[in-house]
């Protein structure tokens, strides 16, 4: 399958090294809004415009979408699945519906196929809710981030004056954790299940004070948890906070028999070195199953709910049932 990279932070350059590890993957190029010349791949990858793309439609099965959910996706998605089939990470739960209708109607109208919200969440752990809720009905579904740094709410904090750099670390609260393990579906709160902490890099004459407030209450990121703030040194982040680990676990517990007499748990965990590089593997594979439906006549919008698992995976049909079922 011949991909292309549309943007090249850190998502982008987890794409190069996903796709350099696929056996059946080529590196058509990488794609740029910012000045070609100034970008240098990891892998001596072929760097262009954005906007030259156009020109490639022919030789490109698939687009791999690195932008942000919060204005690029929204965007770029729909443009660009016109003319090419493509696949992003659009990961703002509660406005996928309408990225999913502006996709579709883009995708159909230019006789593509999309694959919208691929990562780890939405994506593997939205798999893991729909397997668990169905073969556990009578049950409830729990999800725990962390501990992980936020991008978006590091971001969030980054925009207060006087902030020069952060990071955000998402935290289950581990008495939650064990009483959803023990099977009692407490009710839980948001911040019964998470704390935030907060590491800030403020600059020289800034008032600490008020950025803690600002964060502690700022709506809908900090507002509804417990909220840490520490202030630390430039090289103090870059010793200790230069990475973007992340995680977290889907978790159902529900009963079974005639009288619920029984209760179960499923539970699927990820520990995440690099969240950009995790999601970009789960991009790739979910890539190739686009490009075959694709060959096969798909178009419109999908989700991996729509995906089936074999289409994942570089091996045949028997190659799978011999080894892995």
Same mark, same amino acid.
């Not at 892998?43 to 030789?59: M, N, P, Q």
């Not at 890099?201 to 909220?227: G, H, L, S």
């Given at each position: ?38 970008? !240098? ?73 999309? +694959? ?51 990071? !955000? ?25 998470? +704390? ?130």
């Amino acid at each position: 399958m011949r991909l292309a990279i549309y943007g090249y932070g850190n998502l982008g350059r987890g794409a190069e090294a996903a796709i350099l590890k696929s056996p059946d993957a080529e590196l058509v190029g990488v794609f740029t809004r910012r000045d070609p010349n100034s970008v !240098q791949t990891r892998t001596g990858a072929k760097v262009f415009a954005a906007d030259e793309i156009l020109r490639f439609r022919d030789e490109i099965d698939a687009v791999i979408l690195c932008g942000g959910s919060a204005t690029d996706l929204p965007a770029l998605t729909p443009m660009l699945a016109k003319d090419f089939n493509v696949i992003d990470s659009f990961d703002t739960h509660a406005n996928i519906p309408a990225h999913f209708d502006a996709v579709d109607a883009a995708a159909k109208a230019g006789g593509k196929l999309a +694959l919208i919200s691929c990562g780890w969440d939405p994506g593997m752990f939205s798999l893991n809710r729909l397997y668990a809720s169905a073969i556990l009905p009578d049950g409830r579904d729990y999800t725990f981030w962390g501990r992980g740094v936020s991008q978006g709410h590091s971001d969030a904090i980054r925009r207060i004056p006087g902030v020069l750099d952060a990071r !955000q670390y998402t935290v289950p609260i581990k008495e939650a954790l064990e009483a959803v393990r023990s099977g009692k579906q407490p009710e839980l709160s948001a911040r019964e299940k998470h +704390l935030r902490e907060c590491y800030v890099v403020a600059a020289p004459n800034a008032d600490r004070a008020a950025i803690e407030q600002a964060i502690k209450t700022m709506p809908n990121y900090f507002a509804d948890y417990d909220t840490t703030v520490t202030f630390i040194s430039a090289e103090e982040m870059r010793e200790k906070h230069g990475a973007l680990p992340h995680g977290g676990f889907v978790i159902r517990t529900g009963k079974t028999g005639l009288s619920g007499e029984h209760t179960h748990r499923i539970e699927y965990s990820l520990a995440l070195d690099s969240n950009p590089e995790f999601t970009a593997g789960v991009l790739v594979a979910f890539a190739r199953a686009l490009c075959r439906m694709a060959s096969r006549g798909a178009t419109g919008c999908l989700t991996v709910f729509d995906i089936a698992p074999a289409d994942l995976s570089p091996l045949s049909r028997e190659a799978l049932r011999r080894t892995m079922l």
